[in-house]
Nanobody, 115 residues
């Protein structure tokens, strides 16, 4: 089937930047929307950014103007460029790829922003 492998998380000081990547392998045909979610300790998982196959983007209000989502349809990879990071961005970030009837989730990558 499809496996999603995330990379790019880590520890960064407030105001710094990180770039997350999520690459799909396996049966990658027909992937439509790609998205990033995050979940902080004690909080629910929510959508922070998404991008359709044709390039339509959506962002959570909390990350607008700071984060940029992009995708490479040839490489079956989605990216999240995170700038001006804040401590409240600290969370486990999960990528999700969607086909017509199925969602595929990455394993999660920890992003920690220190004060």
């Amino acid at each position: 089937q499809v496996q999603l492998v995330e990379s790019g998380g880590g520890l960064v000081q407030a105001g710094g930047s990180l770039r997350l990547s999520c690459a799909a392998s396996g049966s990658t045909s027909g992937i439509n929307t790609m998205a990033w979610y995050r979940q902080a300790p004690g909080k629910t998982r929510y959508l922070v950014a998404s991008i359709t196959r044709t390039g339509i983007k959506n962002y959570a209000d909390s990350v607008k103007a700071r984060f940029t989502i992009s995708r490479d349809n040839v490489k079956n990879t989605v990216y999240l460029q995170m700038n001006m990071l804040k401590p409240e961005d600290t969370a486990v970030y999960y990528c999700k790829f969607t086909r017509v009837l199925t969602d595929y989730w990455g394993q999660g990558t920890q992003v920690t922003v220190s004060s």
